[in-house]
């Protein structure tokens, strides 16, 4: 969808009425829809995109258009965007969750696209890698857990564990979206971070889980902490693994969603159910 459609479509949503899942939703001024779209993945699912090891989206909501991650090659990265109809220089800021190459490699060609755009890094994050970022002409955002990062978007700060690792948290009134790059940390230890610092449940879990060298027993017992947890709907991809994958759409059932390269998920605000749809 470009951005000029997307514009129209929000508007439309505002004075109509959003179907998810045969859920009617009055759509506000106040309550825009949250859309994320996969840009950058290994894992394919959109015809026509080009599939490559990291991982990256762009989140379209109220605190603006935010880019996760980059990916690992920033040409494959803004070509999938513009076949989305994604244009790289309408990111307002560009979210990173850790340092691995796979997830910062397409930052640079979007800091080419767009001057002046704020960098979201950890306090952690070394200060080479913040001096290059102003050396490009980005400007560097240094959060730490609970920060805000744009209106209904926070981070759960760097959780270390060798790899000094954030995730974003956006907030919707159907509860909160977890967005994680690869969960080196664990991802139970993400999610539960995420409900303390807001107090709420998490209405969806997405991004890389980190767990493709692990055991049947590891999987199973996080999965079963996130069910603990409450989280309701699952989308894993880039590092999870095709076992744990398996697991995952076994355990959350019709609750699981794919979330491969060119994956949308539509969060409607307020209270709607999560929808996902495929670009085309």
Known sequence: MSGNL?????????????????????????????????????????PGLAANW???????????????????????????MRKLGLDPKRVDAVFLSHMHGDHTGGL???????????????????QTFKDWIAGRGGVVKVVAA?????????????????IAEQAMILETESGLVVI?????????????????LRG????????????????RKEILEIIARLETLGVEKVAPSHCTGEAATALFRQAWGSRFLEGGLGATFLIPDPGAHISADRAS
């Open 6 to 46: 997307f514009s129209r479509w929000v508007f439309r949503v505002a004075t109509t009425f959003l179907v998810a899942q045969g859920a009617t939703v009055t759509a506000s001024a106040e309550h825009i829809p949250l859309r994320i779209t996969v840009v950058f993945n290994n894992v394919p699912q959109v």
């Open 54 to 80: 990291g991982f990256s989206c762009f989140v379209e909501g109220r605190g603006g258009n935010i880019l996760f991650d980059t990916g690992g090659d920033g040409g494959i990265l803004t070509g999938n």
């Open 108 to 126: 640079d060609a979007i800091l080419g696209e767009r001057s002046g755009v704020p960098v979201i890094v950890p306090a952690e994050f070394p």
């Open 146 to 162: 609970g920060d805000t990062v744009a209106k209904g978007v926070y981070t759960t700060g760097a959780l270390p564990d060798g």
């Open 180 to 196: 994680t790059g690869c969960a080196h940390p664990g991802i139970d230890r993400i999610a539960a971070a995420a409900v303390r």
């Open 200 to 215: 709420k449940k998490i209405t969806l879990l997405m991004g890389g889980f980190h767990l493709g060298g692990a055991s």
